[in-house]
């Protein structure tokens, strides 16, 4: 089974800094990879999916971007970041060529933003 | 897209009792519909799906029914303890898209 690894845990940065997440996962080939930001209270929000390394779809225009430098590392980053982007957010990865399978999440990184 | 409509959002029961979550979904061609529970600052994780070729699937205590006609499916919880105290995800996907997911419902379980 996959694992998927996320670090740091916890962050915290100040307004206007920059930021980079950075997701590896053990276990999987070509799997899809996503980013999901989970604000305090809230729902699950899609950000960024891959299906493939280079292949970044965005869901919700914004100030963070995403990047898939190899099959198994999907990184989020932001060149200056807002008091908005403060949230908990996860990766999570679905192998591909299984049909309808589950999501799988790492444990997440808490940014919070000053 | 999909909308997935998720209710209700905070759900208090008394141990021992019976929880149901309810969730309704858009589009007919889901075919897929996993529930997930995230502990208070954890990951969400996977505790139940089903696919649309079955109508219910139950797994000691907690069991989901699916009405593909009505377009809504449920969480059962049965014999609660407070460590199902969680907030509980419903999502609803067809083959190969991404993951729609329900806002959430917050499970309070009293001792």
């Known amino acids: 089974s996959q694992t998927i690894h996320q670090w740091p845990a916890t962050l915290v940065q100040p307004v206007g800094s920059p930021l980079s997440l950075e997701c590896t996962v053990e276990?999987?080939?070509?799997?899809?990879l996503y980013w999901y930001r989970q604000a305090a209270g809230r729902g699950l929000q899609l950000l960024f999916y891959?299906?493939?390394?280079?292949?970044i779809s965005s869901e919700v225009p914004q100030n963070l971007s995403a990047s898939r430098p190899q099959d198994r590392q999907f990184i989020l980053s932001s060149k200056k970041l807002l008091l908005s982007d403060s949230g908990f957010y996860l990766c999570?990865?679905?192998?591909?060529?299984?049909?309808?399978?589950?999501?799988?999440f790492g444990n997440g990184t808490r940014l919070t933003v000053t | 897209g999909e909308n997935v409509e998720q209710h209700p959002s905070t759900l208090s029961v008394q141990e021992g009792d019976s929880a149901v979550i309810k969730c309704t979904y858009s589009?007919?061609?889901?075919?897929?519909f996993p529930w997930y529970k995230q502990e208070l600052g954890k990951r969400p994780q996977l505790i139940i799906d089903i696919r649309s070729n079955v109508g219910e699937k139950k797994d000691q205590r907690i069991a989901v029914t699916l009405n593909k006609t009505a377009k809504h499916f449920s969480l059962h919880i049965t014999e609660t303890q407070p460590e199902d105290s969680a907030v509980y995800f419903c999502?609803?996907?067809?083959?190969?898209?991404?993951?729609?997911f329900g806002k959430g419902t917050m499970l309070l379980v009293s001792p």
């Open positions: 999502a609803a996907s067809r083959r190969y898209s991404t993951l729609t």
């Open positions: 589009d007919s061609a889901s075919n897929y």
């Open positions: 999570a990865c679905l192998r591909q060529g299984l049909g309808n399978s589950p999501l799988h």
């Open positions: 276990g999987a080939s070509n799997p899809n």
């Open positions: 891959s299906v493939g390394v280079g292949q």
